[in-house]
């Protein structure tokens, strides 16, 4: 589903419980540290995200075949997909135009390294949307029970810039929680 961030228009894979398709979604992630003097991460992801909008009015949506041969995916390569598009409102477009080259083939890697496991993901007919942006900031200095430098006060969670989803959320409330009981 799409997302508005700031009014940058990204993709996020929700699922929903009452609305069932046959497509499975996942997402890739590429991680990006940049080396001094650039101080500006979310600026640019704000910037790749831009490049999307800018390009697709939004959301882009490529066949895996038109992107590996140079191909923009159209309104007409899409509909002879085997795979139909959940997201009615992405554009058909070319992704090769928005990522930088190094995040774009470790996309591609990924894909490769994901259909050993499980056939069918490097298909010339996987769809791809583009972009999700995650804006994460800078961390916390905190010790291995999430604590931060002021006695008693702990950090956890996405807001804390010490997790990337639930799931590590999750485990470090446990661990900061722990902590917290141990000192009662």
Known sequence: MMENNDGLVTVNGHSHAFKKTDNTNFAILVSKTFTEPFREPITYGKYVAGLANLLGGGVIVQRLGDLLEGHRSTV????????????????????SLVFPYRNLVAILE????????????????????????????????????????????????????????????????VVAAREILSRI
Do not use: W
């Not at 085997?82 to 477009?93: I, Y």
């Open 76 to 95: 007409d390569r899409i509909k002879k997909c085997l795979v139909v598009p959940t997201l009615k409102e992405a554009t058909p477009g070319d992704l």
């Open 110 to 173: 990924m894909l490769k390294a994901l259909d050993v496991i499980a056939p069918g993901v490097f298909s010339r007919h996987t769809l791809l949307y583009g972009v999700e942006v995650k804006f994460y900031s800078s961390r916390l200095t905190l010790s291995n029970v999430l604590e931060t430098r002021i006695k008693n006060l702990f950090a956890v969670g996405d807001g804390a810039g010490v997790t990337m989803g639930l799931a590590q959320a999750s485990v470090a409330g």
